[in-house]
């Protein structure tokens, strides 16, 4: 199944959107089998994909979804935060990313993952 994430991060160093957000919808389908949560991590981490495609709504709608599948987690709600921001970042609204980042990356590096956050921030 990592073989899906390793072909969506391909495509998006590529520039092929599409492909990237197809190999995430795959990643999911075989994971959803499982009841893994890391798909829901792999498609918040893609989000900026849609906008790339011109769907910036249904990237909205994909956190949207994710936000009613993860409940209480709040390493998870962390993450759907930092992905807001990317999002925000790639529509260049960094007015509406910035509250976002610091109350998220202290969640995080609580768990030890600071690190985690700058790499994705960098992307």
Not at 13 to 30: F, I, T, Y
Not at 41 to 58: E, L, R
């Amino acid at each position: 199944m990592e073989v899906y994430a390793s072909l969506s991060e391909y495509y998006r160093l590529r520039g092929q959107w599409r492909a990237s957000l197809e190999s995430v919808a795959d990643l999911v389908k075989q994971r959803s089998k499982t009841g893994s949560i890391s798909p829901l991590i792999n498609q918040a981490f893609t989000v900026d994909a849609y906008v790339h495609i011109g769907q910036k709504d249904q990237a909205f709608a994909t956190l949207r979804s994710i936000e009613t599948q993860i409940k209480s987690n709040t390493l998870i709600r962390a993450i759907v935060q930092l992905s807001y921001a990317q999002l925000y970042i790639t529509l260049e609204q960094p007015d509406e990313a910035e509250p976002l980042i610091a109350p998220a990356e202290k969640i995080i590096k609580g768990y030890g993952l600071g690190q985690a956050v700058q790499n994705f921030l960098t992307i």
